[in-house]
Antibody
Framework: QVQLVQSGAEVKNVGASVRVSCKTS????????MHWVRQAPGHGLEWVGW????????RSSQKVQDRVTFISDTPATTVFMELRRLRSEDTAVYYC???????WGRGTMVIVSS | SYELTQPSSVSVSPGQTARITCSGD??????GRWFQQKPGQAPLQVIY???ERPSGIPERFSGSSSGTTVTLTISGAQVEDEADYYC??????????FGGGTKLTVL
């Protein structure tokens, strides 16, 4: 069965970088792109970006586009999101989700402390 | 940039029909999706392509579309349907946007 297993919670200082991983299994990795979605405490869902796991092509929201990188590691069937120059407003749960949003990871809490 | 607008809250009694709307210019040309999220859980897709229901989603959940508005309808809402609901669409099929979310209360 399809599984998306995300890395554990992170606590970072303002200005630091964070890398969140999403290990996939149960399907052909390069067949489905992967979205990243975040949710700040007490707030709604926010689309962060997307990576085509076959071509490596990426898209991201205007809010983070100059600070975010998405990486696809095919042999490891894992996607990564790296967010740099962290701000307090980046504090959120970060989810990975398959392209059709059929499957989601359980989320990774990222806390940015000042 | 695009926006999707939802009511902040909707309240119904058990067994009544709940309707949640989502409006935005992008919906005139792109499909909408609906997600249900309960506290502490990842979102669950309940409608895609405006009207399609994923396998395993109860039949009481349905979707419709008209112009720049998509609507999620829960016919005969149950207490367990109480959750936050989010609409979503995507420009050029890759750059996504969520609505602000609607808190559905069933009591």
């Amino acid at each position: 069965q399809v599984q998306l297993v995300q890395s554990g919670a992170e606590v970072k200082n303002v200005g630091a970088s964070v890398r969140v991983s999403c290990k996939t299994s149960g399907y052909s990795f390069t067949r489905y792109p992967m979205h990243w979605v975040r949710q700040a405490p007490g707030h709604g869902l926010e689309w962060v970006g997307w990576i085509n796991t076959d071509t490596g092509d990426t898209r991201s929201s205007q809010k983070v586009q100059d600070r975010v990188t998405f990486i696809s590691d095919t042999p490891a069937t894992t996607v990564f999101m790296e967010l740099r120059r962290l701000r307090s407003e980046d504090t959120a749960v970060y989810y990975c989700a398959t392209n059709a949003f059929d499957f989601w990871g359980r989320g990774t809490m990222v806390i940015v402390s000042s | 940039s695009y926006e999707l607008t939802q009511p902040s809250s909707v309240s119904v009694s058990p067994g009544q029909t709940a309707r949640i709307t989502c409006s935005g210019d992008i919906l005139a040309n792109k499909y909408g999706r609906w997600f249900q999220q309960k506290p502490g859980q990842a979102p669950l897709q309940v409608i895609y392509k405006d009207t399609e229901r994923p396998s395993g989603i109860p039949e009481r959940f349905s979707g419709s579309s008209s112009g720049t508005t998509v609507t999620l309808t829960i016919s005969g809402a149950q207490v367990e349907d109480e959750a936050d609901y989010y609409c979503y669409s995507a420009a050029d099929n890759t750059v996504g946007i969520f609505g602000g979310g609607t808190k559905l209360t069933v009591l």
